[in-house]
């Protein structure tokens, strides 16, 4: 059973479009987050929801925008896309501590 | 500012011998450190993890050593072997608290047969 599931699990689209990443996880947790891995693997937080409320909000463009219908459930949408978003995606959840991270979406914009 | 330092960035090591990866914080609140293993086209999972009421912890060929006076911590793989190639991410968060990990800067370990 996969605990924290992304899709598309690859993405290429070109500049100026708009995308989206869909996450669930179906471990029961209250937290869910989005990650951006770059190329040097570097990984760093961009939102955090618990309980489907916005709890992080790094300093991440206003492109991009989550949205958590659901505790399961936490989508990426990201608008106007530029060469610079091309990056690995990582969805995770928790509940307290670990971590569990999704498969990735590799991100691809030309 | 990186919340978390991770050293080194590679490493090589022959097969069977140990492969040694240092991390240090500054932020006392941090009282949960995990180590996450992330193969090619994966995504990080958990490898083992340490609290700092204990100075070291060990699970299979694994270990964790923590000096809570230095605010440092070290991944130690013994008779490392090449299916541990891999890169290796030590992190550090308040624990329980949902709140976001701070990750290291990652080891890309390479394990030669």
């Known amino acids: 059973d996969t605990a924290v599931s992304q899709t598309p699990k690859y993405l290429v689209t070109q500049m100026g479009n708009d995308k989206s990443i869909k996450c669930e996880q179906n471990l029961g947790h209250d937290t869910m987050y989005w990650y951006k891995q770059d190329s040097k693997k570097f990984l760093k937080i961009m939102f955090s929801y618990n309980n489907k409320e916005l709890i992080i909000n790094e300093t991440v463009p206003n492109r991009f925008s989550p949205k958590s219908p659901d505790k399961a459930h936490l989508n990426l949408h990201i608008n106007s896309l530029e060469l610079g978003d091309s990056a690995v995606y990582f969805c995770a959840s928790s509940q307290g501590s670990p971590t569990y991270f999704g498969p990735g979406t590799r991100l691809t914009v030309t | 500012q990186q919340q978390v330092k991770q050293s080194p960035q590679s490493l090589i090591v022959q097969k069977g011998g140990i492969s040694i990866i240092n991390c240090a914080y500054e932020?006392?609140?941090?009282?949960?450190f995990p180590w996450y293993q992330q193969f090619p086209g994966k995504g990080p999972a958990l490898l083992i993890a340490?609290?700092?009421?204990?100075s070291e912890k060990k699970e299979g060929r694994f270990t964790i050593s923590f000096n809570k006076s230095a605010k440092q911590f070290s991944l130690h793989i013994m008779d490392s072997q090449p299916g541990d190639s891999a890169t290796y991410f030590c992190a550090a968060t308040p624990f329980n608290t949902g709140n976001q990990f701070y990750f290291g800067t990652g080891t890309s370990l390479t394990v030669i047969p």
């Open positions: 932020n006392t609140a941090f009282d949960y």
């Open positions: 340490i609290r700092p009421d204990v």
